[in-house]
C-alpha cells in the first residue's frame, strides 16, 4: 500500500514543485491519456454549459472538459502560468486560487464541477464540513460533480447521489472516479 | 473565544475546521449576539469571539459564520494588522489579517472591537514603562473607528489579566471588557471568556446513531462508514446485532475494536425481531437523540447534521427528511407510492420519496415519516417505546404517532438524505406495505359486510334485489382482489 503523505504541503511547497513545466509527467504518460480520457468520457453523457476544474494543475484535464465555458483553478502560481502557456482554448479561463479562495471570486453557479486530487489529507486536514460547504454553494440543482482521486486516499463522500464509481489502473495507485448529482 | 480557525490544530490556540463547524452547528439552540446585546443573566446569549485577528478566520471560520447567520466581535491588536506573527516563537508562522480582509469580515458579520496596539501584558506594561504607555494601548485610532462605526466600545484584556487601576482605566472608555483568565459572569468590564479548543463541547446533549442489522452484514460496512462520514458524527455508534447467522457480527465487533470510543457492538443472541431489538438498543444508549439506520442504508454526510441541528431548539421531538429508493427495486417500489410522493428520478437510479411537511392535527396515517427519523429519547421513553407491529402500521410509523399524540411535535428538514436500499420483497417496508394493504381489504370486506347485515335489519327479509346487489358487490371486490394478487405474482 502507498503511503499518503501526511505533512501539510504549503502553497510554497506546491509553486516550487511547479517551477519546471509538466512536473507530474502528465504529458509522457499514457496513463494519465487513460485517465483523461476516462473523465472526459463520463463528462460527455452530460449536456455541460459551465463547467469548474478545481486541482487543474497544468490544465492537462482542463482542456477536454466539454462544456461550453471552464473556469480552471489551481492553488500554484506555477502551474496556472504553465496552463495558460499551453492552453489552445480560449473558452477556459484559468484563475489562481485553492478551494478555499473560490468564494472570493464570486464565480457564479456552474452545472458540472471536477475535483481532481485536491481532497487528500495533506491539502485539506480537517475540513471537510467546508469544503461541502463550498461546493455546494458553487453547483447548481441537478449539477454533476466529479471526483477523482486515489482510491486508497480519498477522503470525501459529498452528500449527493453517488450515480457513478469508476476505479481504473493509474500509476502505481487505483484511482476512484466518482460521479454525483446534486 | 478563538484565536485560529485552520484545517489544522497545531497548538492549542488553533481549531480545526471540523471541529470548529461542530461547534457552531451545536450553536443552534442558542442565541447568538454581540457583545451589545449580550445580557449575562440570559443563559441562552452566547457571544463569538475572535482574538487577533488572524487571516486564516476570514479564510475558514467567516464562512461557516456566515451559513449560521452568526455575528462575531473581532478583537484587534491594531499594530499586527497585516503582520506576521514571529514575535510569537512557540506558534507556527501565521499571518494577522490585513485591513482589507478585516473589512471582508465586517461584512460578514464581524464587528471590530479592541485589543490594544500592541498585546502587551497590560499591568507589567504599567510597570516597565509609564502609565501613559497604557493609556496609549487604550486609546483606539480615528481610522479604526471610522472602518467600524459600530464597534470599538469593547475591550479584550491581553492574556486576560489586568490591575485595578487598568480596569478603571478600562472602565473609563469601554462600554464593557472581557477577560479569559480574571473575569466573572456579573462585571461588565471583566466579563469571563471560554477558551475554545477543538475538545470543547458547547453543547450537553448527545446524539446515538443505532445500526441494526439482521443478516445484512453484506451491506453492514456502507451503513458504519456513511455514519462515520457524518459532518457531524454521532457521540455514540451502536451495531445492533439481532441473531445474525453471517458476517455481521464479525464486522460489528471489527469496527469496535477500530474506534472503541465511538462504536458498540451488541448482539441478541435470539431474534427478537423489530420492536424487541429496537427497544433493547435503545435501553443500550444514554443520548438524548437517536436515530437508527438499517444496515443495508445509507445517510448522506449531512444528516446528523441536520436532524440535529433541527431539533435542538426543543420545538420538535422528532426530524425528518425525504428519502432515496436506490437498489435492484427501486424503481418498482417508486410506483408503488402515491403519486404525490414520488419525487425526482436521479439518473434512473435514486428515486426520492417526498413525506408531507408535518402539521398539528394532521391526519397520522401510513408511513407518513421514515423510520430513520431522529427523535428525542425523553419522548421515546414518555410513549413507552416501540410496540408490536399492527398490520398495515409500521413500528416506527406507530412510536412517531404515539410521541405526536402524546404532544410531541416533527419538522421536516427539506431534502432527501437517507438512502433506502430495495433489494428483496422479504425486506421490511414492503413487507409492511403488502401488510398494510391486506388490512385495508380487509376492512372493506368487514364494511360491506356490515353493510349486507345492516341492509337485513332495515328491511326485515332482504328483498331480492337488495341481496342480489349486495352479492354482485362483493363478487366483484374479490374478483379485484384475485386479480391483483395474479398481478402481484406474475410482474414481482
Known sequence: MAMMPKRRQSKLQIDSFYSKDDPWGYFTNEHDYRRREIIVSELRKYNLIRALDIGCGNGFVSEGIPAKNVVAVDISDA???????????????????????????????????????????????????????????????????????????????????????????????????????? | MYHKVDIRSPTMWWVDVSSFYRQMCFLKDRNVVYLDDYDPNDPSHVVITFDGIYSNVLLFAAPILSKFRYPFELFVSYDLI??????????PPTRFASNKELAELLVKGGRLQWHTRTHPMLSQCHLDRTWGAVEDELSVPEELRDADPSGLKWFAYPYGEFSDDVYEAV??????????????????????????????????????AIIVSHNYGRFLSEAVESVL??????????????ASEDETCAIGKRYADLYPELIAYARNEQNLGIVGTFNAAVQLTSSEFVCFLGADNRLSANYIELCIVTLLDGKASIAYTDFRLFGTNAQ???????????????????????????????????????????????AFDQVGG?????????????????????????????????????????QANIVSRTQGELAFYRAYARRLEFKVKALEASFGLLSPVVRIASLLEKAAFEFIVRVVRIWRRRFR
Open chain 1, 79 to 182: 502551474a496556472i502560468e504553465e496552463a495558460r502557456r499551453r492552453s489552445g482554448s480560449a473558452s477556459i479561463d484559468y484563475r489562481r486560487a485553492s478551494l478555499f479562495e473560490l468564494p472570493s471570486l464570486d464565480l457564479g453557479s456552474f452545472d458540472c464541477i471536477l475535483i481532481t486530487g485536491v481532497i487528500y489529507e495533506q491539502y485539506i486536514g480537517k475540513s471537510l464540513p467546508l469544503i461541502y460547504q463550498l461546493v455546494d454553494e458553487l453547483l447548481a440543482p441537478g449539477g454533476v460533480l466529479a471526483c477523482v482521486h486515489i482510491d486508497e486516499w480519498s477522503l470525501a463522500r459529498f452528500p449527493y447521489a453517488l450515480i457513478k464509481t469508476t476505479r481504473y489502473k493509474y500509476r502505481q495507485y487505483t484511482h476512484l472516479l466518482e460521479v454525483y448529482r446534486k
Open chain 2, 332 to 378: 418498482d417500489e417508486y410506483f408503488k407510492h402515491e403519486a404525490d410522493r414520488r419525487g425526482r428520478i436521479i439518473d434512473e437510479q435514486f428515486y426520492e420519496i417526498v413525506f408531507p411537511e408535518f402539521r398539528k392535527g394532521s391526519m397520522l396515517t401510513g408511513s407518513f415519516m421514515h423510520g430513520s427519523s431522529m427523535y428525542s429519547r425523553a
Open chain 2, 229 to 242: 462520514q457524518q459532518t457531524i458524527l454521532p457521540d455514540r455508534i451502536l451495531i445492533m446485532d439481532d
Open chain 2, 386 to 426: 416501540y410496540l408490536p407491529r399492527r398490520e398495515g402500521r409500521p413500528e416506527d410509523a406507530n412510536l412517531f404517532r404515539r410521541m405526536i399524540n402524546a404532544g410531541h411535535a416533527a419538522q421536516k428538514v427539506a431534502g432527501a438524505w437517507l438512502e433506502y436500499r430495495q433489494h428483496s420483497v422479504d
Open chain 2, 82 to 91: 497585516g503582520a506576521e506573527n514571529e514575535f510569537d516563537l512557540v506558534e
Open chain 2, 171 to 208: 472602565k473609563e472608555r469601554f462600554a464593557g471588557a472581557v477577560s479569559c483568565s480574571q473575569g466573572n459572569d456579573m462585571d461588565i468590564h471583566k466579563l469571563n471568556r471560554i477558551t475554545v479548543t477543538n475538545s470543547s463541547k458547547l453543547q450537553s446533549k448527545s446524539i446515538c
